[in-house]
C-alpha cells in the first residue's frame, strides 16, 4: 500500500496556536482550508507517493541523521494553495 510521505518538523504549540488564532481571523475561509493546530508542522522534503518499502527505508535514514535545532525569524507570510501558509 502507498503512503503519501514527508519529512518534517514540530510547530511549538504556543506558535502554532498563535497562527492558527491569526489565519482564522486574517485569511480568507473560502481560499483557505485551516487545520487543527496541533498538525501544524514545517515540511522539509515531500516524497509524494511510496510503497511500503521505500517509506521503511526513508523512515530508517531519518532515525540515522543527525538532527540540530536552527533559529529561524519570519517577516512576510504568504499563502501557497489551499493549505499552506509560507514564511520568507
Given at each position: 500500500m502507498e503512503a503519501r510521505l514527508f519529512s518534517g518538523c514540530?510547530?511549538?504549540?504556543s506558535v502554532a496556536?498563535?497562527?492558527?488564532?491569526?489565519a482564522a481571523v486574517t485569511l480568507d475561509a473560502?481560499?483557505?482550508?485551516?487545520?487543527?493546530?496541533?498538525n501544524y508542522h514545517v515540511t522539509l522534503v515531500?516524497?509524494?507517493?511510496?510503497?511500503?518499502?521505500?517509506?521503511?527505508?526513508?523512515?530508517?535514514?531519518t532515525h540515522r541523521v543527525e538532527w540540530e535545532p536552527v533559529d529561524v525569524a519570519s517577516e512576510k507570510v504568504?499563502?501557497?494553495g489551499r493549505s499552506a501558509i509560507g514564511m520568507s
Open positions: 514540530p510547530v511549538p504549540r496556536r498563535g497562527l492558527h488564532e491569526w473560502d481560499r483557505v482550508r485551516l487545520v487543527p493546530p496541533e515531500f516524497y509524494g507517493q511510496v510503497d511500503a518499502e521505500r517509506q521503511a527505508e526513508l523512515e530508517d535514514l504568504q499563502l501557497y
